[in-house]
C-alpha cells in the first residue's frame, strides 16, 4: 500500500503559474502509473496529466502546452507545473498513484487550486 500527500496548492492569479508535489510512501517499490486529477464544483474529476514509471507522459488537452507532469524516483515525488492558470483550471487537485500487479488505485487528499483575480 502506498499514501500519498500533495502540497503546493494556493490561490494565483490568471496568468500566473503553481507548481503541485506529491509525495509517495509506503510500498513506493511497487508503483506503477503516477498522475493528477482535479475536479471543480458540480463536475466530474478528470484526468489532467500522468506519467509512468519510466517517464513517458500525457497530458489533456485542456492543459497542454500550460502544465508539465515529472517524477523523481529517487524522491518519491510526482509534480505538476502549472503555468498561464485560467480560471477555469479552479479545481481541488488530486494525486493518483497505481499500485501493484493489479494496479490497485491510490488517492491523496487534495489540494485547493483557485485562480482568480
Known amino acids: 500500500q502506498v499514501q500519498l500527500v500533495e502540497s503546493g496548492g494556493g490561490l494565483v492569479q490568471p496568468g500566473g503559474s503553481l507548481r503541485l508535489s506529491c509525495v509517495a510512501s509506503?510500498?513506493?517499490?511497487?508503483?506503477?502509473?503516477m498522475g493528477w486529477y482535479r475536479q471543480a464544483p458540480g463536475k466530474q474529476r478528470e484526468l489532467v496529466a500522468m506519467?509512468?514509471?519510466?517517464?513517458?507522459?500525457n497530458h489533456a488537452d485542456s492543459v497542454k502546452g500550460r502544465f508539465t507532469i515529472s517524477r523523481d524516483n529517487t524522491k518519491n515525488t510526482v509534480y505538476l507545473q502549472m503555468n498561464n492558470l485560467k480560471p477555469e483550471d479552479t479545481a481541488v487537485y488530486y494525486c493518483?498513484?497505481?499500485?501493484?500487479?493489479?494496479?490497485?488505485?491510490?488517492w491523496g487528499q487534495g489540494t485547493q487550486v483557485t485562480v482568480s483575480s
Open positions: 493518483n498513484a497505481a499500485w501493484g500487479r493489479n494496479y490497485d488505485v491510490y
Open positions: 506519467v509512468t514509471n519510466r517517464g513517458a507522459t
Open positions: 509506503g510500498s513506493v517499490f511497487s508503483i506503477n502509473d
